[in-house]
């Protein structure tokens, strides 16, 4: 059983915020890198950021850094990222996805298991 669900996405205006959650059922959850990834129509998934197994090492895409944090809480098993000031180019569908790896990767080969998404937009 490997499932990865996320939610709060939503339609905001440019320069507010959203915390997306993922609500993951892995067993030992707390040994998986996690990430987020986003995607638009007719464009590749692109990396937005990671976080390692107990939260000491985090990695954003440079699009991100500064306005976008992510964390996880183990005993919840869940993974969170905040987003603030949000701009018209960050509206996309946002993935989580875990990888046993065990380290911050932002290739999207390197992870094992995704969520079906949520839709994030941003308007002007």
């Known amino acids: 059983q490997v499932q990865l669900v996320e939610s709060g996405g939503g339609l905001v205006q440019a320069g507010g915020s959203l915390r997306l959650s993922c609500a993951a059922s892995i067993r030992l959850f707390s040994s998986v890198t996690m990430g987020w990834f986003r995607q638009t129509p007719g464009k590749e998934r692109e990396f937005v950021a990671t976080i390692s197994r107990y939260g000491s090492n985090t990695y954003y895409a440079d699009s991100v850094k500064g306005r976008f944090t992510i964390s996880r809480d183990n005993a919840k098993m869940t993974v969170y990222l905040q987003m603030n000031s949000l701009k018209p180019e960050d509206t996309a569908n946002y993935y989580c996805?875990?990888?046993?790896?065990?380290?911050?990767?932002?290739?999207?080969?390197?992870?094992?298991?995704w969520g079906q998404g949520t839709q994030v937009t941003v308007s002007s």
């Open positions: 996805a875990a990888t046993n790896r065990g380290l911050t990767t932002t290739r999207v080969g390197d992870y094992d298991y």
